[in-house]
């Protein structure tokens, strides 16, 4: 199923860790819908939190176990399709890929008005290349089912920050950071990190009926 590498070797434990992963894939292949179906309820997701890598100063696994975790997440995207569906709540299901913050990444499923409602979101890019596909590729799944959406992982910052932060919005500049202003009118300050790719079954978005906007949340006032 896995086949040999000699650096691997060099880690203690792969087998186990692997193991925890495919018990962790089985645990997600229902969504948590407590929250969802209430009237507070926005979304449902899953991330892959196992140690050693999803701490609070996360390690990123390599290239081949993170094919590992994507293939969990895919088989519990099949299953939350089925479970969305059977339960008639209008959603938007959707796959986040990281690159390179692979342990970021997370199957995660909106809670919409309407069938046929996508949430579109502000840190998607301007950027413009293709999917890696030849990277992610794997035998055991297929990423030519989705679409993707390329968007930006990034450090961001809120113009508010500043009264209280140790640093100057020239520092940010300094720092590579660019200023942004949302559709609300909130100014803030990012800086690009890396990517994220936001997958959807194919066809989705050919079908939406109304679009939602959604940009990032600015601290309270």
């Not at 140790?166 to 990190?193: H, P, S």
């Amino acid at each position: 199923m896995h086949p040999h590498n000699p650096k691997r070797k060099k880690i203690r434990g792969w087998k186990r860790r692997i193991r925890q992963v495919e018990r962790w894939g089985e645990r997600i292949e229902q969504p948590y819908l407590s929250h969802l179906l209430s009237d507070r309820g926005r979304h449902t997701y899953e991330r892959c939190y196992l140690s050693p890598f999803y701490r609070l100063d996360k390690r990123q696994p390599p290239l081949w176990f993170y094919k590992i975790i994507i293939a969990q997440f895919i088989k519990a995207f099949q299953s939350w399709e089925a479970v969305f569906k059977e339960i008639g709540q209008p959603h938007d299901l959707q796959l986040w890929l990281y690159d390179p913050a692979y342990i970021s990444s997370e199957i995660i499923c909106y809670k919409m008005q309407q069938a046929g409602d996508v949430k579109r979101f502000s840190w998607e890019s301007d950027f413009t290349k293709p999917f890696p596909y030849e990277k992610f590729s794997s035998p055991g799944y297929d990423l030519t089912q989705f679409d993707w959406i390329l968007s930006d992982d990034a450090y961001v910052h809120f113009e508010d920050d500043l009264d209280y932060a140790e640093f100057t919005e020239a520092d940010l500049f300094a720092d590579g950071y660019i200023r942004k202003v949302q559709d609300d009118g909130n100014v803030y300050f990012t800086k690009r990190i890396g990517d994220i790719w936001i997958g959807r079954r194919k066809g989705i978005l050919d079908n939406n009926v109304n679009v939602i906007k959604q940009g990032y949340y600015p601290p309270p006032r």
